[in-house]
């Protein structure tokens, strides 16, 4: 740290980010930006003063000479007003303010506002400040450096190797940034101002965060639009990976299962408010398994393919229609099976292939040994399942299309699948429990999946239990 010139002094610079134009309108300054459009009340001073710190980070002497090069004839308002001006503008503008603070050339930190509710970081806590306990460290893959971010936290920073060595410091006792030298006391009243450095003990006893994990906070705040400057919805953005087909190709020995007849189902149904009201979650099973057929109605009327979808400005990409929805089409949930007692069904591990309605082999039943007793274990039961449905995602279906919402939205999939599995098992009269606590890396390796590429994200117990709501009666003749 030794490399910078004893007398170097530190610069704060001041930079507008992210904005498309600053135009002049009869009294009001109309400034289009990522976040929207601002307008301020403004001067031909203060707008081209807003001009040139879009276009260039100014530090405060820099600001100061422009604002006073602004104000060249006699009818100009005095430089102490345009740059009163300036002032009350930042403070309007914290979604697009970004600060920087420097000792000589080399950057000790920066904080760019990443959400439109932003406020620029005027002043510091008083005091020891210390890490917020959300916060973490990343590298950026744009080489930028170190990133400090936090889901609780509008701004995110990067921090200079100066701050990285201190940053330990932070992490535990606190320091009060008027013991710093003082490159490093700006850079820590400033993050400090931002929310990334909050007052020692702080946290410690607000009771809003002590139910939050850090992943959680972290996953709720990028994973909803307001948080985050990174990109956000459908936008297709690896077009240089070949996109996931709508239906996967199992290999393996192939069962063929039986359909139901749609006629007879829709006779032998009970009405809708029936099966709602009667829906329980079943973990003892009967002595007697579930037959091939109910095994197969079940997935038929679940998690059958229907029609191939093309989706528009995606050429490649196609949706697949599923009897439950998902997000655009993506239909990116599968189903795979440990079959320990199912009559007309060899005990083993399977995928179903809802295209064909076919049971695919992929090992045999001991694979599973694992799988079978956390499943009896978070069922609370004495009995294995005897058929345990384990719901997989295959994330690039939605990832390769979504941006920053593709895992919530996998999970949202799985609690529609994992209500809609409820509601045709009452129908039929099978027992079915959702089970929230699957080892997604045990069964990967079971079924013999790539645990980034297919994972599980649910797990539904099925038997025969007791009957929660009677056939529908047949018409009378
Ligand atoms: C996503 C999800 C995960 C669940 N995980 C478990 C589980 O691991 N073990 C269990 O016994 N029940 C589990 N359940 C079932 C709930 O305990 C059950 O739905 C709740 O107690 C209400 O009872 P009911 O389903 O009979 O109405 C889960 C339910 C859902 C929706």
Redesign the pocket.
């Known amino acids: 740290l030794s490399d910078v010139d004893d007398g170097a002094q530190p610069r704060s610079t001041w930079r507008l980010i992210g904005t498309n134009a600053v135009e002049r309108g009869e009294r009001r300054i109309t400034i289009s930006h990522r976040f929207g459009t601002k307008e301020i009340r403004g001067t031909d001073q203060l707008c081209s003063l807003l001009h040139a710190l879009c276009d260039d980070e100014l530090d405060d002497g820099e600001i100061v000479a422009y604002a006073a090069a602004t104000c060249d004839s006699e009818d100009s308002p005095p430089v102490g007003a345009v740059l009163a001006n300036l002032w009350r503008a930042v403070e309007q503008l914290g979604d697009l303010v970004e600060r920087s603070i420097y000792l000589g050339e080399e950057l000790v930190t920066r904080i760019t506002p990443i959400s439109p509710r932003a406020t620029t970081p005027i002043e510091a806590p008083m005091g020891p400040l210390i890490l917020d306990r959300f916060s973490y460290l990343r590298v950026e893959e744009s080489g930028n450096g170190v990133v400090l971010a936090s889901p609780l936290a509008l701004h995110r920073a990067i921090l200079g190797r100066r701050m990285l060595a201190v940053a330990p410091e932070f992490a535990s006792e606190g320091v009060d940034p008027v013991e710093l030298s003082s490159e490093l006391r700006i850079a820590a009243e400033l993050l400090g101002g931002a929310g990334l450095l909050v007052p020692a003990g702080s946290q410690a006893h607000d009771a809003r965060l002590a139910t939050w994990a850090f992943h959680d906070v972290l996953f709720h705040g990028l994973s909803r639009p307001g948080r985050s400057d990174e990109p956000f919805g459908a936008h297709f953005a690896h077009g240089d990976i070949e996109p996931p087909p709508a239906r996967v190709g199992r290999v393996g020995v192939r069962t063929a299962l039986p359909a139901p007849d749609p006629v007879d189902v829709a006779r032998r149904d009970p009405p809708i408010g029936a099966v709602l009201e009667a829906?329980?979650?079943?973990?003892q099973w009967g002595e007697s398994p579930p037959s091939v057929e109910q095994i197969g109605e079940l997935l038929w009327r679940v998690q059958r393919a229907g029609d191939v979808v093309e989706i528009e400005g995606a050429p490649g990409y196609y949706g697949l229609a599923r009897p439950y929805p998902t997000g655009g089409m993506t239909a990116d949930l599968e189903i795979h099976l440990v079959i320990s007692r199912c009559r007309g069904v060899e005990p083993g591990l399977y995928a179903y292939d809802g295209s064909t309605h076919e049971l695919v082999r992929e090992a045999e039943l001991e694979r599973a040994d694992r799988l079978l007793e956390d499943a009896r274990v978070?069922?609370?039961g004495q009995l294995d399942p005897p058929v345990l449905l384990v719901i997989t995602s295959r994330f690039a279906r939605i990832s390769w299309k979504y941006e920053r919402i593709a895992y919530a939205l996998t999970l949202k999939h799985?609690?529609v699948l994992?209500?809609t599995l409820?509601l045709v098992a009452t129908a039929m009269g099978l027992g079915v429990?959702?089970?929230?606590?699957g080892d997604a890396t045990a069964s990967a390796e079971a079924f013999g999946l790539d645990w980034l590429v297919e994972s599980s994200v649910?797990?539904m117990a099925v038997g025969v239990g007791p009957r929660l709501l009677e056939p529908r009666a047949a018409p009378p003749p």
């Open positions: 829906r329980h979650s079943v973990r978070a069922a609370g799985a609690g994992i209500q409820y429990c959702a089970l929230g606590s649910g797990e």
